[in-house]
């Protein structure tokens, strides 16, 4: 399974953007988010705006080395949702407007400069969408291809890297599958951290589901039973991988 292409990705975290204001208009600064239990509303507005205009600044200047990171940006509440517009708004023009054969900064495996920041920005807003609807208390289920390269993202990409941290005292398999679309990955877990490739095999424990649920499980949006995922085998392995998750 590879990367969707550069435009649907774009076009992924146009829309999703648009969702996250969404949310965090109706619910208001304070708010809690359930999903972040340490951050309200701004503060989660103030990291995704932040996320966008660090990623913009990649693209837009060519840059080779990793930009320094702003922080709070310290904005008035009652401001806070036209900057993070404004943010939003510049990074999806910028990907569109980018040179594909452009070569700066990116920190996963990707065809190309574009494509990584196109796919990454695509889902961190993606999942940050979902941490706003928890704070409106409304779900809105994603594509199963974009859930699915998602999760495909997560895995290939994120979990093996030792940021990630996803271990376990000794290697075990965990299997997970998309039911509604393409979608395979063997997970290994253990002493020195994770391991995976795509496709099928034996496994300690296999997740199965449509590929909407196994995305925000995976990022640690959603519990097993508030999704139609199925468990079988070692169940103490999902909970080891959301446990130990950190990205």
């Given at each position: 399974?590879g990367p ?18 969404a949310?965090?208009?109706?619910t208001g ?7 972040c ?8 507005v ?5 996320v ?5 600044t990649?693209?837009a200047?060519r840059?080779?080395?990793m ?15 036209e900057w993070?517009q ?9 990907l569109r407007?980018a040179?594909?054969?452009l070569e700066?900064?990116t920190f996963?495996?990707?065809p190309s400069s ?9 889902h ?7 941490d706003?609807e928890?704070?409106?208390g ?9 859930a ?13 890297t030792p940021?990630?941290r ?5 290697r075990?398999?965990?299997a997970?599958a998309?039911?509604?679309?393409e ?8 002493p020195a951290g994770?391991d995976?490739?795509r496709?099928?095999?034996d496994?300690d ?5 449509p590929a909407?649920?196994l ?6 949006r959603?519990?097993?039973e508030d999704t ?5 085998g070692d ?5 080891r991988?959301r446990?130990s998750?950190?990205?």
């Amino acid at each position: 399974m590879g990367p969707m292409e550069i435009d649907t990705h774009i076009d992924a975290l146009a829309r999703d953007g648009e969702l996250f204001v969404a949310s965090a208009a109706r619910t208001g600064p304070d708010a809690p988010v359930p999903s972040c239990p340490e951050w309200k509303v701004r503060d989660l507005v103030g990291h995704l705006g932040g996320v966008h205009r660090w990623a913009t600044t990649h693209v837009a200047e060519r840059r080779t080395e990793m930009a320094p990171w702003v922080g709070d940006p310290g904005i008035a509440d009652d401001e806070l949702i036209e900057w993070f517009q404004d943010g939003h708004r510049t990074l999806v023009a910028t990907l569109r407007g980018a040179d594909p054969d452009l070569e700066c900064f990116t920190f996963l495996p990707a065809p190309s400069s574009v494509a990584f920041w196109a796919r990454r920005q695509a889902h961190e807003t993606a999942i940050h969408r979902v941490d706003a609807e928890q704070a409106v208390g409304i779900a809105t289920a994603f594509d199963p291809a974009f859930a699915a390269d998602g999760v495909d993202e997560l895995v290939m990409a994120f979990a093996p890297t030792p940021r990630a941290r996803v271990d376990a005292p000794e290697r075990r398999v965990l299997a997970v599958a998309a039911t509604d679309a393409e979608g395979r990955w063997l997970i290994g877990l253990g002493p020195a951290g994770a391991d995976a490739r795509r496709g099928g095999g034996d496994a300690d424990c296999e997740v199965s589901g449509p590929a909407s649920d196994l995305y925000q499980l995976l990022w640690n949006r959603v519990r097993v039973e508030d999704t139609g995922v199925a468990v079988g085998g070692d169940t103490g392995l999902v909970d080891r991988w959301r446990d130990s998750l950190k990205v």
